[in-house]
Nanobody, 120 residues
Framework: QVQLVESGGGLVQPGGSLRLSCAAS????????MAWYRQAPGKQRELVAH???????NYGAFVKGRFTISRDNAKNTEYLQLNSLKPEDTAVYYC??????????????WGQGTQVTVSS
């Protein structure tokens, strides 16, 4: 079964840091673009960061240099380093990836979500 498994969320004080990880597992032939989204209570899901298979990145306007997306293609894993966290960064963070799966083709997958809470 193909799935994206996230880890690394938690409670952190304002100004603190967290590192999120997302590993793709199962019968995967290739991993294309990967991304992180977030959804706060009562708000729409929004793009946090995106990275192509070649390593090109782009970020949501609210990031302002505080977050860094990266990936390890050998491990089919992406990461999101969150620095200088603010209370408004509190949300469920979801990983997203376009995967090539045998007999399926290219399909978009989502992780289960990991809670990030920024509070003193």
């Amino acid at each position: 079964q193909v799935q994206l498994v996230e880890s690394g969320g938690g409670l952190v004080q304002p100004g603190g840091s967290l590192r999120l990880s997302c590993a793709a597992s199962g019968s995967i032939s290739n991993v294309y673009a990967m991304a992180w989204y977030r959804q706060a209570p009562g708000k729409q899901r929004e793009l946090v960061a995106h990275i192509t298979s070649g390593g090109r990145t782009n970020y949501g306007a609210f990031v302002k240099g505080r977050f860094t997306i990266s990936r390890d293609n050998a491990k089919n894993t992406e990461y999101l380093q969150l620095n200088s966290l603010k209370p408004e960064d509190t949300a469920v963070y979801y990983c997203n990836a376009d995967l090539w799966v045998p007999a399926v083709g290219v399909k978009e997958y989502w992780g289960q979500g990991t809670q990030v809470t920024v509070s003193s």
